[in-house]
């Protein structure tokens, strides 16, 4: 895929979030800064897609933390899917009765 040359507000629109939004994910570690050519970001639609991720997660309830350990799963194409498929597994015995003190989901993602 080629690079498309985007200023920040560019990038943001095409990956539909704020330009303060990017900013923000570079300053998390979230995304790297891309290299610059006339003071224009070298942006490839890898990074847009990355940005869409890490907002979908996030509309999914995920903690920009939790959100790099799912781009860190999705990085390493070796580690196996059973990784990922833990969630599935935290649903399956989450019932959405009872108090959220009690939720397994909350509990797994808070153990160490």
Do not use: W
């Not at 639609?45 to 869409?52: G, W």
């Not at 990922?84 to 649903?91: G, I, Q």
């Amino acid at each position: 895929m080629t690079s498309q040359r985007l200023i920040r507000g560019s990038l943001a629109r095409e990956a539909g979030v704020h330009g303060e939004t990017i900013r923000y994910y570079e300053k998390r570690d979230l995304l790297k800064e891309p290299a610059r050519s006339a003071g224009y970001r070298e942006c490839t639609p890898e990074i847009v897609q990355r940005v869409r991720f890490i907002k979908r997660a996030q509309e999914l309830g995920f903690t920009l933390v939790e959100v790099q350990e799912l781009l860190s799963l999705k990085a390493n194409r070796r580690r196996g899917s059973g990784e990922v498929k833990v969630l599935a597994r935290l649903v399956a015995v989450c019932d959405g009765d009872g108090p959220i003190a009690d939720c397994p989901i909350i509990a797994a993602m808070e153990d160490e």
